[in-house]
């Protein structure tokens, strides 16, 4: 046999002087610059991450759907105006590029002789062409997959021609998903002898203080082709400064496979508190010579669900404090930014969120690197649809072929990484109450534990009853319910898994800084601005408000925690508005289409930050016309007790209502109206008058633990700029947010500003969006001009140095205010 050839610099040795090691083992390259063209004629350059719908225009007409949303009750077809975001996502486009293979041989041996195009989402049914000719297909635009594009080429060093075709059909979302190339595309090329990305299946055996013991199997391809050479794997477990903590050699057994145990002293153990991770690398020798090298981020922990002790992470029980997501980021739709998602989880986590759901759909592999590294638990989502179609197009389309595929892609794809704790097979799947039904979960369920039997598996059940009485909800791992509070009870005394997870939850609706007078409890109310109440007191006709859930979470030990619907608005579905013009985003969100928290964020934050103290008054105090007139005042608080003063008099000292519990409530209500004073301090009949609102909170003991004031604002003066950290490291695509608030001569905001402003950048960075959380407003997301929404907006920057210094300059004609920035 042929001497193999060893490729590249020798740049170092191992512990066996005689392994020699290539520092280019692998050509894996992200690629980024592409052409984009609707019509194949027209081209114009583009960064992929891309949404070609993101500029608009928002017209109605796009995606115009005259439907009955049978998830929301509805029995008679009507006209949804915005259901899909109301960009034009819908029709047809192409995308090319160029690539060369770098040559990598000796005359001898190809070190170049696999590629393949590796995308982690192309929205939608992309059909990938190489040299004119068809080399790969997915039609699911939410998953990863990969593209063997080797029989194509030209020769390794002669360019190489790529297009990809997609299509997006009416009616085939109920929601905006975007369009394009929205997540990264990477070009791998490798020897014939290498290892298989996905194959790599690393999990936490056993754990304590003093040792952990992983687990770790890969797959090697053509590796034993050459018989007369050892062939083994090396593993190395590094620390996060790079020093090896273990390593184990295994040779390849006889399906080109190596399963290794390895055993790793004093474990940092990775959780939302800590998110500790290690570098795994793997590397695969033949004759001597590194021939291929993955290197994954991995991390240590188990997770583990019974009816004893709930939810267990190493060992230690707790309930999930999690929201939902829908993958588009606001005014950058759905093209996926690193620095958008960092910025989503630090929103979050200073709520007090542990916890993600990908509703409803695979996530991208950007997002769970970001969750690993910064500790956020996911259940990952795979369907919103099985064989009934929820909309005319959707993926029922193609879930009797490809979702056995998609699902093993998505759990191959994921299950390496450390904050995925369980799958979702399905959201309000309507086969719940069939056998088919049955037999489709227990099938699905049983793709993701042959190939990850360490993670459990759930989806959101809708039809409660339906699902108990078929079976179907006792099929799963974990029993999720979406909303249907009031059959919690029932669920748990039928089910033998002995908990139940509130999969989806609250669905509660709100508009950051919008109050609606008189104030109360309100299901399915809309009013003529299309705007919704901000004192978190509205719900939808299959809802609750958040004291449901907190109360079902709180008073019983078999709920092992929440989803909540949604951490942000996104673009599409604007329930209660479906039918209102112009509606184009959601109002679910406990921080707006923006990011800016609405009042309802400080809600949840008294509730699930457990270190720092929460005081938000509610609502703001500028109300000209309103002098006398009842202005009802809330407080959100991890305190017990509060005093509140307008103009230093006291409104009266009260205390939260801890004699109410869940099963007060009526047996088939979701309403928990009378008991929101356990969660909420609530100053129902306070009169306004101008001047300062403050609150002084104290604890059970009767310690003062904060304060909050709202002042009454005069006109606007200036806009005062917020940035928000920018990355400490620079790749080229780095985000600067900045939030703009206008605000009277003395610095007080002025809550009702909606002055139409103007923005100029320069210097070192260059406009990306902006945005100011109105779900009515039909503005551009990429133009540097937009009014605003509640005396706020975000505007979001693009740096184009590291850490360089730039300018910008908001004016509305008359003001002007300079912010510098680095």
């Known amino acids: 046999m042929k001497k193999l050839f060893k490729i590249g610099l020798l740049v170092f040795?191992?512990?066996?002087?005689?392994?020699?090691?290539?520092?280019?083992?692998?050509?894996?390259?992200?690629?980024?610059?592409?052409?984009?063209?609707?019509?194949?004629?027209?081209?114009?350059?583009?960064?992929?991450?891309?949404?070609?719908?993101?500029?608009?225009?928002?017209?109605?007409?796009?995606?115009?759907?005259?439907?009955?949303?049978?998830?929301?009750?509805?029995?008679l077809a009507t006209e949804k105006t915005g259901r899909s975001g109301a960009l034009p996502w819908i029709g047809e486009g192409w995308y090319r590029t160029s690539v060369v293979i770098p040559p990598a041989d000796d005359g001898v041996y190809d070190f170049r002789s696999h590629t393949e195009l590796w995308f982690d989402g192309a929205m939608s049914e992309p059909m990938v062409y190489v040299n004119g000719m068809r080399a790969g297909y997915w039609p699911y635009g939410y998953n990863a997959f990969r593209v063997d594009i080797s029989p194509y080429l030209n020769n390794n060093g002669e360019k190489n021609e790529v297009l990809v075709h997609l299509r997006n059909m009416e009616e085939s979302s109920r929601w905006y998903p975007g369009a394009g190339l929205y997540r990264p595309v990477r070009l791998v090329s490798s020897s014939d002898c290498r290892l298989d990305d996905w194959s790599v299946y690393f999990r936490t055996i056993s754990?304590?203080?003093?040792?952990?013991?992983?687990?770790?199997?890969?797959?090697?391809?053509?590796?034993?082709?050459?018989?007369?050479?050892?062939?083994?794997?090396?593993?190395?477990?590094?620390?996060?400064?790079?020093?090896?903590?273990?390593?184990?050699?295994?040779?390849?057994?006889?399906?080109?496979?190596?399963?290794?145990?390895?055993?790793?002293?004093?474990?940092?153990?990775?959780?939302?508190?800590?998110?500790?991770?290690?570098?795994?690398?793997?590397?695969?020798?033949?004759?001597?010579?590194?021939?291929?090298?993955?290197?994954?981020?991995?991390?240590?922990?188990?997770?583990?669900?019974d009816k004893e002790r709930g939810l267990q992470l190493n060992g230690e029980s707790r309930k999930l404090r999690g929201v939902c997501l829908h993958h588009d980021l606001g005014p950058l739709g759905a093209a996926v930014n690193k620095d958008a998602l960092i910025r989503q989880v630090k929103i979050l986590k200073d709520m007090g969120c542990d916890a993600i759901r990908t509703a409803h759909n695979m996530p991208s592999t950007m997002q769970m690197e970001v969750y690993d590294s910064l500790g956020m638990m996911v259940m990952a989502e795979s369907f919103d649809m099985w064989i009934y179609p929820k909309c005319k197009n959707g993926y029922a389309r193609f879930f009797k072929e490809w979702a056995d595929k998609d699902i093993a892609n998505l759990v191959l794809n994921h299950r390496n990484h450390p904050s995925l704790i369980m799958y979702s097979i399905g959201n309000e799947i309507p086969e719940q109450g069939s056998e088919e039904g049955?037999?489709?979960?227990?099938?699905?369920?049983?793709?993701?534990?042959?190939?990850?039997?360490t993670r459990m598996v759930t989806q959101g059940l809708d039809q409660v009853d339906n699902a108990l009485e078929s079976g179907f909800a006792q099929v799963m791992d974990v029993p999720g319910f979406?909303?249907?509070?009031?059959?919690?009870?029932?669920?748990?005394?039928?089910?033998p898994q002995g908990f139940l997870l509130g999969s989806e939850t609250a669905s509660t609706v709100s508009s950051r800084g919008v109050y609606k007078f008189p104030v109360a409890v309100n299901k399915d109310i809309t009013y003529s601005d299309g705007q919704v109440n901000g004192y978190d007191n509205q719900y939808c006709p299959w809802s609750n408000l958040p004291e449901t859930d907190f109360m079902m979470q709180d008073d019983y030990s078999w709920t092992i925690g929440q989803f909540v619907w949604t951490g942000f608005d996104y673009l599409g579905e604007p329930t209660p508005y479906d039918e209102y013009w112009p509606s184009r985003s959601s109002y679910f969100g406990i921080c707006d289409l923006a990011g800016i928290p609405k009042d309802r964020y400080y809600l949840y934050r008294s509730?699930?930050?457990?270190?720092?103290?929460?005081?938000?008054?509610?609502?703001?105090?500028?109300?000209?016309?309103?002098?006398?007139?009842?202005?009802?005042?809330?407080?959100?608080?991890?305190?017990?007790?509060?005093?509140?003063?307008?103009?230093?008099?006291?409104?009266?000292?009260?205390?939260?209502?801890?004699?109410?519990?869940?099963?007060?409530?009526?047996?088939?209500?979701?309403?928990?109206?009378?008991?929101?004073?356990?969660?909420?301090?609530?100053?129902?009949?306070v009169r306004y008058e101008p001047g300062e609102l403050r609150v002084v909170v104290y604890d059970s003991m009767g310690n003062e633990i904060g304060e909050d004031v709202r002042r009454t604002a005069g006109i606007v003066a200036g806009y005062r700029v917020d940035v928000s950290k920018e990355p400490s490291s620079y790749d080229g695509s780095d985000l600067v947010y900045l939030t703009i608030s206008a605000v009277d001569k003395k610095g007080v905001e002025v809550p009702d500003a909606d002055r139409d402003l103007s923005f100029f950048v320069s210097g070192n960075a260059e406009f990306k969006a902006v945005c100011n959380g109105?779900?009515?407003?039909?503005?551009s997301f990429t133009k540097p001009r937009m009014k605003l929404f509640k005396g706020k907006l975000v505007i979001t920057l693009k740096r184009t140095q590291p850490n360089g210094h730039y300018r910008l300059e908001v004016t509305d004609g008359r003001i002007k205010t300079t912010f510098r920035g680095e």
Request: hydrophobic letters at 35%; aromatic letters at 10%.
């Open 207 to 305: 754990q304590n203080a003093n040792e952990a013991v992983v687990g770790i199997d890969i797959q090697a391809v053509n590796a034993l082709q050459f018989e007369d050479m050892p062939a083994f794997v090396r593993f190395m477990l590094l620390d996060d400064k790079g020093k090896e903590m273990a390593s184990q050699d295994v040779s390849l057994d006889k399906e080109d496979k190596a399963r290794a145990r390895i055993k790793i002293p004093s474990p940092r153990l990775w959780s939302p508190e800590t998110p500790s991770l290690y570098t795994l690398v793997c590397q695969l020798y033949c004759d001597n010579t590194l021939f291929d090298e993955l290197v994954k981020k991995v991390g240590v922990r188990i997770v583990k669900i």
């Open 774 to 779: 109105d779900a009515t407003s039909l503005e």
């Open 13 to 75: 040795c191992l512990t066996v002087p005689d392994l020699l090691v290539s520092s280019q083992v692998r050509y894996d390259v992200s690629l980024e610059n592409w052409e984009f063209s609707h019509d194949s004629l027209h081209w114009e350059s583009v960064k992929v991450p891309h949404d070609w719908a993101i500029n608009g225009p928002f017209d109605k007409k796009w995606d115009l759907q005259k439907v009955a949303i049978v998830q929301n009750g509805e029995t």
């Open 607 to 685: 509730q699930w930050n457990k270190k720092n103290h929460t005081v938000h008054l509610l609502p703001h105090w500028t109300w000209p016309g309103r002098e006398g007139k009842v202005t009802p005042v809330y407080c959100y608080t991890d305190g017990v007790e509060g005093e509140l003063f307008i103009n230093g008099k006291s409104q009266g000292r009260i205390k939260k209502d801890f004699s109410k519990h869940a099963w007060d409530m009526e047996p088939d209500s979701v309403n928990a109206c009378p008991l929101l004073d356990r969660y909420r301090l609530r100053w129902n009949h």
């Open 482 to 495: 979406n909303y249907r509070v009031h059959r919690y009870i029932k669920g748990h005394d039928e089910l």
């Open 438 to 453: 049955v037999m489709y979960a227990r099938h699905l369920q049983d793709i993701c534990h042959r190939l990850d039997s």
